[in-house]
């Protein structure tokens, strides 16, 4: 079975029985996570990669990862994309300000709607706001939740899922080791003075757009990726912020890339960032660009 991927319209193959009418899967190739439907599938050309499944709505013998001891609220489109957020109040808010769980898209309500539970089950109910609250494609003043139902608030999607054992992780935020980190090397050295470490080269390798394998080397310790003309390495997506993310190499072995308050996020590995360390083969998206991080050792 075959799905094309909204991202980068690639044929991505989905495996044989892994679920009845929807399964969440990541793409290999631009990272964007999005909902298969039966509608979705292809049935001509070739495959350009193996979809990662993250949730399915039946057991399948291929195991998801995203598992759950309890309900989850996943954001696979919007601001907050890549937030997995698990339930564990009877009740909670979702909204622009003042909420369980706070989301920035202009289009969502101070309060929007609440989730709450009633026995064993959960429902979604809206809360008067002004674009209203989609479930499934279906607007709703209150409707109960199953098993992957899309939610849709403004311009964002979020997934709930009720099954599996255990919560995929999130990227951990290194912002407060980074700082510490930078401290340290400036007091050996003034930013002017500082070098690239000896002995180790960095590159990174474009795994999308027309510039698909072309590979840049990092030839400085701060590195600013962006649609910008300040840039140090400039990216032609509309999709990227003109100063997006900055990679910092403070050591052999202590590189780092931080998220520049992007409109549409840095994604570690699929995995929404703030700042965190970067290792060999880590593969990055920035708006629609995707690039592998690449460290080689050299005589």
Request: proline share 4%; hydrophobic share 35%.
């Amino acid at each position: 079975m075959l799905v094309k991927c909204p991202g980068c319209a690639g044929k991505l193959n989905l495996g044989d029985e892994l679920f009845a009418e929807k399964v969440v899967v990541r793409c290999p190739e631009c990272l964007q996570i999005f909902v298969a439907h039966s509608q979705d599938l292809v049935q001509e050309g070739e495959a350009s990669g193996e979809a990662t499944l993250l949730a399915s709505d039946k057991p399948a013998r291929k195991k998801p990862l995203w598992q759950n001891e309890s309900p989850t609220l996943s954001v696979i489109r919007g601001p907050e994309q890549g937030i997995h957020l698990r339930i564990k109040k009877d009740e909670m808010v979702v909204g622009r300000e003042d909420a369980d769980l706070i989301l920035s898209d202009p289009l969502v309500s101070r309060w929007h709607c609440r989730i709450f539970r009633e026995k064993t089950r959960y429902y979604l109910e809206d809360l008067g706001s002004t674009n209203g609250t989609l479930v499934n494609k279906r607007k709703i003043q209150r409707a109960e939740l199953n098993h992957l139902d899309e939610i849709e608030l403004g311009q964002t999607l979020i997934v709930y899922s009720e099954r599996g054992e255990k919560q995929e992780q999130l990227a951990e935020d290194l912002s407060a080791e980074l700082g510490a980190l930078r401290d340290e090397t400036r007091a050996k050295k003034p930013a002017e003075e500082q070098r690239m470490p000896w002995g180790r080269e960095f590159y990174l390798e474009i795994m999308s757009s027309k510039d698909k394998a072309r590979s840049f080397p990092i030839i400085q310790p701060l590195l600013i990726l962006g649609r910008g003309e300040e840039a140090n390495l400039k990216l032609e997506d509309e999709e990227a912020s003109r100063k997006h993310a900055m990679i910092e190499i403070l050591s052999r072995d202590n590189v780092f890339i931080t998220d520049l308050a992007s409109a549409n996020g840095t994604f570690l590995n699929g995995v929404r960032i703030r700042s965190t360390r970067l290792k060999h083969n880590d593969i990055l998206r920035l708006g629609q660009t995707v690039l592998k991080f690449i460290i080689k050792d050299v005589p």
